[in-house]
């Protein structure tokens, strides 16, 4: 909760609210098909919103780049697609790294419900404490250190 009230107070001391877009919001591995190599189909639409890209850039990159840790190739190869097609803005640059932290504890809550409120047998478990380890890889950055890590 601290994290979440750091965050909104730094949107506040900036004086406006981030742009947004129209993002998926969840484009973890399962919600993409692929065929031939290529990627088909993006699925699961139910966190799709208008909302800041680069939360959306950062939710791919810890779905996509984590393994045991922070992948720093894959996580470059995927910012280097996403610039090919759209800027970072300095506003964006130095969301960057909040929007990590949110990314990070979003799912982190999610998996932590899912494995505490649901009656087990009742569906699949995600183990919480590896979305935790992308917490503390993104903390363990800061603010500079992901556009280090980035190579932004």
């Known amino acids: 909760a601290d994290k979440l009230a750091a965050h909104a107070e730094r949107d506040r001391a900036r004086g406006a609210a ?9 484009v973890f591995r399962n919600n993409v098909l692929w065929k031939d190599g290529h990627m088909a189909a993006v ?11 680069t939360f959306d850039l950062c939710v791919t990159m810890l779905a996509w780049c984590y393994g045991d840790t922070l992948e720093r ?4 190869a995927l910012l280097r697609g996403y610039l090919a097609h759209r800027p970072l803005t300095p506003e964006d640059r130095e969301r960057l790294h909040d929007d990590a932290v949110f990314a ?6 999610t998996r932590i419900t899912d494995y505490e409120l649901r009656p087990q ?20 950055l800061g603010q500079r250190g992901i556009e280090e890590f980035l190579a932004i």
């Open 121 to 140: 047998g009742t569906g699949i478990y995600k183990n919480y404490r590896r979305f935790l380890g992308r917490l503390a890889a993104i903390e363990n």
């Open 73 to 76: 190739p894959l996580a470059r």
């Open 43 to 53: 699925l699961d639409f139910e966190s799709a919103s208008l909302g800041s890209v």
């Open 18 to 26: 981030p742009p947004k877009a129209l993002v998926h919001g969840d």
């Open 104 to 109: 990070a504890l979003r799912f982190s809550i």
